[in-house]
């Protein structure tokens, strides 16, 4: 789950880091207000989960409060790669000398938490990563000690030569860490982290992404997530525990195991289709799930087919059956459904929907194509 | 033979006396398993009924259970709020293999309970995986006995039902397995696919391995190097997720395009660099391998 710029600022000033100050507002007068309050000289920052909020004209500068008022009233009407801004976040501007960069994640090879830091802040890291790797420095954290004095100390002296300053962005980084694992993040970055012409080293923008895994024992950054950065489908989704991902075909995937949904969209697109959607419904055998699956399916109107592939392990088939009749006797789906099953009670799965006059097949190839054709697609039998 | 695990692996079950944890427990005592017990805190003293009449103790602790049975191995079914926990009480208790099969672990206990059991030299398979079945020998985990059979495919998949479609076929062709692995589709997994080649190539019987990838990370990419570098034996690959958009998690934790790695494409490219031939659809594995290997 992605946090806004100003959810993370909370979590980075709980966690006792210098912090950029700054307000959100969600309508222009409420930026003015803010604005005053800082004196005029203010930066408007639009607030949504998107990269490339400056290159689309979401970060402006305001030298008078009026002006605030104004940036505010055109970002809040803006849309940023498809995501309406809702709020703003408005900060006093800062006297910048220098911008450096600093992020913690897990590292997939190594196992654990690596710090990175770069005195190439205030730009686009990958880039960083691309061009000039060596200005990026890397740092494993072993989780069972977290971050050591000399650990962040050796980090910040790659920042700054300023032994004053130094000091100060190993406390940053310090606290960085802390707060990537105590909130349990997968993702915790500043970007610039900055020092001022007076000699502060401060963040001025955060970015922070949590592990889905941690919010059921997180119930306030649970609380954090914003309703209108999700679509209705992907919250009831979310609210029936499904896995679920909108593209922008007309074959509708219904699949049970993340793995066999990805081949499954694959297979579509290989027989000529284009799969609507990524939908994994789990290894638990739930009709209520399949009913839930089918209603976000049949919502999308691009959808030509419905596309069930189950291949029963712990999920039983039956089970998967019971859910297509609940679902086709308490709604009209509007398009044909071709089913394969296979596995765990499959017999009698088939016989389930031969008594309601529904058919079901074995090969996952069959399947599709027969999806695919449906769809409208072209058939193309690349064999 | 087969990899890891055997017939006389004595297996220990955590979370035995739960929905999932029970269940499985039967299907593999069904299957011929040796589960010497079960753990439960808060149940120890209890028995634990299998199938056709058999019962195993449960106990309270890992530690108590492997004292009293000399149980080498354990299948994780607890919760994800307690996975890691238990992943770390049973290398504590020195189990040399630790399977998880539970989904959603929070990543940042992984981290802490891969690091415990590399100190104490105890594998983990997964977490997020079905575990691993040795047709004819032994199952440890959730993946259906019925659709293997023994012979000489050793097979290693980040996925369940794709793994189970893949041997569906392999079996049906006559093409039997060695083993089959399910390493877990999380981003942190203990055991990874070079580890599970190493352990192929080291088995007199496995004679030809088939790898199931998917988009995420760089373990496919890793693994076709050492075959590259190390493997004599023919090596039949399919990655999943050709059609996944970048930046967006597919299902599996660790299934996700970063920037412009972990592609499906370019783990296709580092397969095909190495000498692996990979199959555009499932139902080409099996006629992939049986042409490697020559039947």
């Known amino acids: ?383 | 033979m087969s990899i890891f695990v055997d017939e006389t692996t004595r297996v220990i079950v955590q979370g035995i006396t739960g929905r999932d944890g029970s269940f499985h427990t039967r299907q593999m005592m069904a299957y011929g398993t040796q589960v010497v017990a079960g753990v439960t805190p808060g149940k120890g003293g209890r028995s634990f009924d299998g199938p056709d009449g058999t019962a195993v103790p449960v106990f309270d602790t890992v530690a108590d259970a492997v004292a009293e049975t000399g149980a080498n191995a354990s299948v994780v079914y607890v919760p994800p709020a307690f996975a890691a926990g238990a992943i770390m009480e049973a290398a504590d208790s020195e189990v040399a293999f630790i399977v998880c099969v539970t989904e959603g672990v929070p990543v940042l206990d992984m981290t802490r309970a891969h690091a415990l059991a590399r100190d104490r030299g105890s594998r983990v398979l997964g977490p997020n995986c079905p575990g691993i079945i040795c047709p004819g020998r032994t199952n440890l985990g959730i993946i259906p006995g019925r659709i293997v059979t023994p012979g000489p495919v050793g097979l290693i998949s980040r996925s369940g039902t794709l793994t189970y479609e893949a041997v569906h076929h392999l079996t049906r062709d006559g093409l039997g397995q060695t083993a089959c692995v399910g390493i877990g589709g999380d981003p942190l997994v203990g055991t990874s696919f070079t580890d599970c080649l190493a352990a192929f190539a080291a088995d007199s019987d496995t004679e030809a391995v088939v790898m199931i990838g998917e988009i995420g990370g760089t373990a496919e990419q890793e693994a076709a190097d050492w075959v590259g570098a190390n493997l004599d034996i023919p090596v039949v690959g399919f990655i999943a997720g050709r059609t996944a958009p970048p930046g967006t998690r597919m299902g599996h934790a660790g299934a996700i395009i970063s920037g412009s790695s972990g592609t499906a494409a370019e783990k296709t490219r580092a397969f095909e660099d190495n000498g692996i031939k990979v199959a555009k659809r499932p139902v080409e594995i099996s006629a992939l391998v049986a042409a490697a290997l020559g039947r």
């Open chain 1, 1 to 383: 789950m992605n946090l806004h710029e100003y959810q993370a600022k909370e979590l980075f000033r709980a966690a006792g880091m210098a912090v950029n100050p700054g307000e959100v507002a969600d309508d222009p007068p409420g930026a003015r207000a803010v604005a005053e309050r800082y004196g005029g000289r203010v930066v408007v920052k639009a607030q949504v989960h998107s990269g490339g909020r400056g290159k689309a004209g979401g970060v402006r500068l305001a030298s008078t409060a009026a002006e605030a008022e104004q940036h505010a009233a055109a970002i809040l009407g803006m849309e940023i790669r498809g995501l309406a801004v809702e709020r703003v976040l408005v900060s006093p501007t800062e006297d910048i000398a220098t911008e450096a960069y600093v992020g913690v994640l897990v590292d997939r090879e190594a196992q654990c938490p690596v710090i990175m830091v770069s005195a190439e802040g205030g730009v686009d890291i990958e880039e960083v990563a691309a061009t000039n790797p060596e200005a990026i420095h890397k740092l494993p954290v072993d989780p069972r000690y977290g971050i050591m004095p000399h650990q962040a100390w050796t980090l910040a002296t790659r920042l700054h030569g300023d032994a004053g300053l130094a000091r100060q962005a190993a406390r940053i980084i310090s606290q960085l860490y802390d707060a990537f694992v105590g909130n349990g993040a997968s993702m915790a970055e500043i970007n610039p982290l900055i020092s001022t012409a007076a000699g502060e080293v401060k963040a001025i923008d955060a970015k922070v992404s949590i592990d889905d895994n941690e919010l059921f024992r997180r119930p306030a950054i649970a609380g954090m997530r914003d309703p209108a950065s999700e679509s209705a489908a992907d919250a009831k989704a979310r609210a029936a525990g499904l896995s679920f991902v909108k593209l922008e075909g007309s074959v509708g995937c219904c699949v049970n195991g993340a793995g066999l949904a990805m081949a499954t969209m694959d297979l579509v697109k290989y027989y000529g289709g284009e799969p609507a959607n990524f939908l994994d419904i789990g290894g638990s055998s739930n009709p209520d799930k399949v009913v839930a699956a089918l209603e976000i399916i049949t919502a999308d109107r691009g959808v030509k087919v419905i596309l069930f592939n189950i291949f029963g392990g712990i999920t039983r088939c039956d089970d998967v059956a019971r859910g297509i009749l609940e679902a086709v006797e308490r709604m009209d789906m509007g398009v044909p459904l071709v089913i394969r099953l296979t596995g765990t009670n499959e017999e009698l799965a088939r016989e389930m929907l031969a008594d309601a006059g529904m058919a079901a097949v074995t090969s996952m190839d069959d399947v599709v194509r027969e999806a695919v054709r449906l769809a409208g697609g072209d058939h193309v039998d690349l064999r």
